[in-house]
């Protein structure tokens, strides 16, 4: 059973910078790809970032490419969203998301099959 829990989010200024954590609790053995998404109030989930098992294969939204990274350490079943420069946009529940496939190649939140429980980003201006 993949279990998913994200913490890192908070409060910071437009122009800081955050770094969330997803660790998964789940069978160490599993090969699995992960992501990052985010739900503003009142909008639909929104891609943000993701990695592939090795790590060889990743991608970004359109709206955070060269801001954000997204990297992950196998051994410690965890992966990380480095986000730099903040917007006020990027203010919202940042979810972390796996599937058990290797890589997804599709960008929405229905090719992932565990979820989070989420974690606040919140940018001021």
């Known amino acids: 059973q993949v279990r998913l829990v994200e913490s890192g989010g908070g409060l910071v200024q437009a122009g800081e910078s955050l770094r969330l954590t997803c660790i998964d609790s789940?069978?160490?053995?599993?090969?699995?790809?992960m992501g990052w998404f985010r739900q503003a109030p009142g909008q639909e989930r929104e891609f943000v970032a993701a990695?592939?098992?090795?790590?060889?294969?990743?991608d970004l939204g359109a709206s955070v490419k060269g801001r954000f990274t997204i990297s992950r350490d196998n051994n410690k079943n965890t992966v990380f969203l480095q986000m730099n420069n903040l917007k006020p946009e990027d203010t919202g529940v940042y979810y972390c998301a796996a599937d058990l496939r290797p890589k997804v190649d599709v960008p929405s939140p229905t090719e992932y099959s565990y979820w989070g429980q989420g974690t606040q980003v919140t940018v001021s201006s």
């Open positions: 990695i592939s098992w090795s790590g060889g294969d990743r």
């Open positions: 789940g069978p160490i053995d599993s090969t699995f790809a």
